[in-house]
């Protein structure tokens, strides 16, 4: 268990590696000059002041989404719930578009965007527990509940657009996911929030570990099913909201990252629980990393400077392909 850890967070520096290089504007070599204290003023900038932070907002949101999801899946028995399909991540981004529609907060007041958020995927989680009922029915029924909320939840962010079109960048910006623009104040508020959410999680580790087993076995050891699912959701909630609110809506990492987790690191969440946090972080980072090498390429390519491939593009892409890919692998195993 150890090397896995220890294979894990080499990969991570890898990737990091590679994601503060990859920006376009400057070349492999110039970031190694500034890293040891060379460079002019401006790429000092670029390097500190951009590419930093926005390498550390990727890795805290990516462990945000993975500890998110894995949470959910355990918390609700269901291997499909992730916070793209419970409500959690479309309630999160209506959530913070509305409050930028209102003027309530913005990208220039992070910390009103994270309550935003939360208050938002708060009220997605909440309207798929009304739909699905307090058994949570079967994992499929709850998967059907939780698409049906999140086009709900779609559909009203689509009407505040409509309402305010000039707000048109925060929404795309949100439904796609980008880390672009991620400066150290989102990082500052970002580190915290999921710091202290994050231990919350593993606190839970133990009824967690419980509510897998389900409700029954729950109970027989003295534990409180209803109180334990109840702490656990708003952990999900709150660690989605502060990823949401720094980075938008990265699509599949909640949902798929929590299966590499276990299958990596076991079924006990005292340790799946940090493996899927550095895990996530390793993918999105990973992702990032892709998405400014693709950009790079296909801006050469195709002769265009300004073009930029957001990392939420390529996570939903790449996701969505793994998925179709191990449900045609395993047609019989219910997912």
């Not at 793209?84 to 209506?94: K, S």
């Amino acid at each position: 268990m150890t090397r896995r850890f220890t294979a894990l967070a080499v990969l991570a520096v890898v990737c990091a590696a590679v994601e503060v290089v990859a920006g376009r504007g400057m070349s492999p070599g110039v970031v190694w000059e500034v890293l040891n204290g060379g460079g002019d003023a401006t790429e000092r900038h670029i390097v500190f002041q951009l590419r930093l932070p926005r390498l550390l907002v990727a890795l805290g949101a990516g462990a945000c989404l993975a500890v998110a999801g894995l949470v959910l899946q355990s918390a609700l028995r269901n291997p499909l719930a992730g916070p793209e399909v419970t409500g959690v991540t479309p309630g999160a981004v209506l959530g913070a578009v509305t409050a930028t529609a209102l003027g309530l907060a913005g990208w220039d007041a992070p910390l009103a965007v994270v309550l935003a958020a939360c208050a938002g995927g708060c009220a997605g989680a909440a309207l798929l527990w009304l739909l699905a009922g307090r058994g949570r029915g079967d994992p499929a029924q709850t998967a059907v509940h939780g698409v049906l909320v999140s086009a709900v939840l779609g559909g009203l962010t689509a009407m505040v657009l409509l309402v305010e079109p000039g707000e048109l960048g925060s929404v795309v910006q949100w439904l796609v996911g980008t880390t672009e623009g991620r400066v150290w104040e989102h990082w500052h508020l970002l580190w915290p929030w999921a710091l202290v959410w994050g231990v919350a999680a593993w606190l839970l580790a133990g009824p967690l570990t419980l509510l897998r087993c389900g409700d029954d076995i729950a109970l027989a050891a003295g534990l409180s099913a209803r109180r334990a699912r109840t702490l656990a959701l708003l952990c999900a909630v709150a660690l989605t909201a502060g990823a949401v609110a720094a980075v938008g809506a990265l699509g599949f990492i909640g949902l798929l990252v929590p299966h590499l987790a276990v299958a990596v690191f076991g079924a006990d969440l005292r340790r799946s629980l940090p493996g899927a946090a550095l895990t996530g972080a390793v993918v999105v980072c990973g992702a990032d990393a892709a998405a400014q090498l693709s950009s790079r390429l296909l801006a050469t390519a195709l002769d265009s400077g300004r073009l930029t491939l957001p990392v939420g593009a390529l996570t939903a892409c790449l996701g969505a392909a793994l998925l179709l890919l191990v449900v045609r692998r395993t047609p019989s195993r219910t997912f």
